[in-house]
């Protein structure tokens, strides 16, 4: 699975030419892409994945049922607006918004019982990977996820080192396979799917892909450009 994360990025019209550039993307059925558009071009990009096997997602959500929270989408939004995916825990909002897992337990339900697939994203800063405690932080950020009793069948995981994130540097495949090993290791699921996320381009994809690890890709600057992305998902299939 390849899922383009478009960040706060695209006006309305360059949302819907790179939705209709995706959706021209050429891929076997068995490889599944995504795209997460900013909220507010949901619907127009949804009009234009109509009838196509691309699926759209949400940045974000909470786990609030209807109410009062300004400013806030949940995900039975996500599902009425057309999404099948759902976002969670990236690393910009657990900086920029001091999101923790035990905030994101109740999202991660509420996305699982709306029949939608959250792609929960978890990631070591660099100075938590320079003191060697990559792996502490990241099974750290998984916990209490794992301990709150949910059934995460349906869930996708996304490893995002934050340090590669829009750095142009990604993650050694020797460290990408040894923390999507302790990570299937640790949710007890040896088909969970794990995606790689931090700097995947057309140039590094091949790499990152060689390793039977990796179940795809979260990709965040590459996928505002069609023909990158297009590269990146010939890159998947290639592997
Ligand atoms: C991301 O933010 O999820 C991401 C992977 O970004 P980039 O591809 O730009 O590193």
């Given at each position: 699975?390849?899922?383009?994360?478009?960040?706060?990025?695209?006006?309305?019209?360059?949302?819907?030419?790179?939705?209709?550039?995706?959706?021209?993307?050429?891929?076997?059925?068995?490889?599944?892409?995504?795209?997460?558009?900013?909220?507010?071009?949901?619907?127009?990009?949804?009009?234009?994945?109509?009838?196509?096997?691309?699926?759209?997602?949400?940045?974000?959500?909470?786990?609030?049922?209807?109410?009062?929270?300004?400013?806030?989408?949940?995900?039975?939004?996500?599902?009425g607006a057309g999404c099948q995916l759902v976002i969670l825990g990236h690393s910009e909002r657990r900086a920029r918004f001091?999101?923790?897992?035990?905030?994101?337990?109740?999202?991660?339900?509420?996305?699982?019982?709306?029949?939608?697939?959250?792609?929960?994203?978890?990631?070591?800063?660099?100075?938590?990977?320079?003191?060697?405690?990559?792996?502490?932080?990241?099974?750290?950020?998984?916990?209490?996820?794992?301990?709150?009793?949910?059934?995460?069948?349906?869930?996708?995981?996304?490893?995002?080192?934050?340090?590669?994130?829009?750095?142009?540097?990604?993650?050694?495949?020797?460290?990408?396979?040894?923390?999507?090993?302790?990570?299937?290791?640790?949710?007890?699921?040896?088909?969970?799917?794990?995606?790689?996320?931090?700097?995947?381009?057309?140039?590094?994809?091949?790499?990152?892909?060689?390793?039977?690890?990796?179940?795809?890709?979260?990709?965040?600057?590459?996928?505002?450009?069609?023909?990158?992305?297009?590269?990146?998902?010939?890159?998947?299939?290639?592997?």
């Amino acid at each position: 699975m390849i899922i383009a994360n478009w960040k706060m990025n695209t006006t309305r019209s360059e949302a819907i030419a790179l939705a209709q550039d995706v959706r021209s993307i050429s891929c076997r059925p068995s490889t599944k892409i995504g795209i997460c558009p900013p909220a507010i071009w949901i619907d127009a990009v949804s009009n234009v994945l109509k009838g196509s096997p691309v699926l759209l997602g949400m940045q974000n959500c909470i786990g609030d049922p209807f109410g009062a929270q300004t400013g806030c989408i949940n995900a039975e939004m996500a599902k009425g607006a057309g999404c099948q995916l759902v976002i969670l825990g990236h690393s910009e909002r657990r900086a920029r918004f001091s999101e923790t897992t035990e905030m994101l337990v109740p999202a991660v339900a509420s996305v699982l019982e709306t029949g939608n697939i959250p792609v929960f994203c978890i990631g070591e800063t660099l100075a938590e990977r320079d003191s060697g405690r990559a792996i502490e932080a990241v099974v750290g950020q998984l916990k209490p996820l794992l301990n709150a009793g949910l059934d995460l069948d349906g869930l996708i995981i996304a490893y995002e080192p934050v340090w590669a994130i829009g750095t142009g540097h990604s993650a050694t495949v020797d460290d990408i396979c040894i923390m999507h090993r302790t990570i299937r290791a640790i949710v007890d699921r040896p088909d969970a799917l794990v995606l790689y996320g931090g700097s995947v381009s057309p140039e590094s994809a091949g790499t990152v892909f060689s390793s039977t690890e990796v179940s795809g890709a979260l990709v965040g600057g590459a996928s505002l450009n069609a023909e990158k992305f297009a590269a990146i998902v010939a890159a998947w299939e290639q592997n």
